[in-house]
């Protein structure tokens, strides 16, 4: 069984919409090495488990519970850039608009009877404000579809625990390049985060791999450069969250076994599976998008649901 806290495993900062930073991090969330493929790889790889090795289990279970969580933390982030784009008049518009004109524009989308979403065909992905009312979708920057093809789990534990590192390595890299596409600070947040995640997912495989022979020498971490760096990254860094991993089990873990003592890193760094589950941040509920006819309710159902809500 899953259960679920409303809070992201991580606070996002706030800073203008964008529908481009948007976009290029949705690669994070729908590409081939994305979150949604690391949740799906990780839960159907401990889900076809066979065998009695319960510590490699738990620990691949444990990660992919934590994608989870990154999944919703990704989506909500480009909801978050998306969001109010279309009423947007900042740095990143892309409105018709030019210099007093641009100033006279109207922040509110149909005001004066203009175009009320004049602004989506001028972003990367028009389908986030045609399919979507300015939100996430399933796919990847160059909006194709995510594909359960992408899921490697073939059952036998050696091959799933290093295609597993080659995922989460690719999955860092990937998130370096995009942290430098942009200086917004909510995508920068995000994905500072999941560099520093990534990592620690790197050396949970690493460490995995290491208890059965592995001898990894200087490798680690992939890319192997200073990403201390990145200042969003820092910090999280000099918190150690690269160096822990809770297991999101409410029943025990024998993850512990494994991910623990010197890092694979071979830094002089240890790693620790952590019993004290993520405290989380608090999740805001989006505004409604009448230009977008989301939630699209009319007075009569609006009462509906104040009726709904007002339940004992």
């Known amino acids: 069984m899953f259960f679920h806290t409303q809070k992201l495993i991580n606070p996002i900062a706030a800073d203008e919409p964008d529908p481009a930073a948007a976009n290029i991090l949705q690669e994070g969330l729908g590409g081939q090495f994305g979150e949604m493929r690391t949740m799906m790889q990780y839960l159907f790889q401990s889900f076809n488990a066979r065998g009695d090795a319960k510590p490699f289990k738990d620990l691949i279970q444990g990660v992919g519970i934590e994608e989870i969580s990154h999944v919703e933390l990704i989506t909500t982030t480009i909801n978050l850039l998306l969001d109010g784009s279309s009423r947007y008049q900042g740095k990143n518009a892309k409105t018709k608009a030019k210099g007093a004109a641009a100033k006279k524009a109207p922040k509110e989308p149909g005001a004066g009877g203009t175009t009320p979403l004049d602004e989506a065909p001028f972003a990367p992905n028009t389908h986030h404000f045609i399919v979507a009312p300015q939100c996430a979708l399933p796919v990847d920057a160059a909006g194709n579809p995510w594909s359960g093809s992408y899921v490697y789990a073939s059952g036998n534990l050696v091959l799933d625990l290093m295609y597993n590192l080659m995922l989460e390595s690719t999955g860092r890299l990937q998130k370096c390049r995009i942290y430098e596409m942009s200086d917004n600070k909510t995508l920068r947040s995000t994905v500072a985060f999941l560099i520093a995640r990534d990592h620690a997912h790197e050396l949970a495989f690493a460490k995995a791999l290491e208890s059965l022979g592995v001898n990894w020498g200087k490798v680690l971490p992939i890319p192997n450069f200073d990403a201390s760096q990145y200042p969003e990254v820092k910090k999280l860094m000099d918190l150690g969250i690269h160096l822990k991993q809770h297991h999101f089990r409410l029943d025990g873990s024998e993850m512990g076994k494994i991910f623990q ?52």
């Open 261 to 312: 003592g010197n890092s694979p890193v071979n830094d002089g760094t240890e790693v620790e599976t952590e019993e004290e589950a993520p405290e989380g941040a608090p999740i805001e509920d989006l505004p409604e998008r009448p230009e977008e006819f989301a939630p699209g309710l009319t007075p009569e159902l609006l009462e509906m649901v104040e009726a709904v809500k007002r339940y004992k």
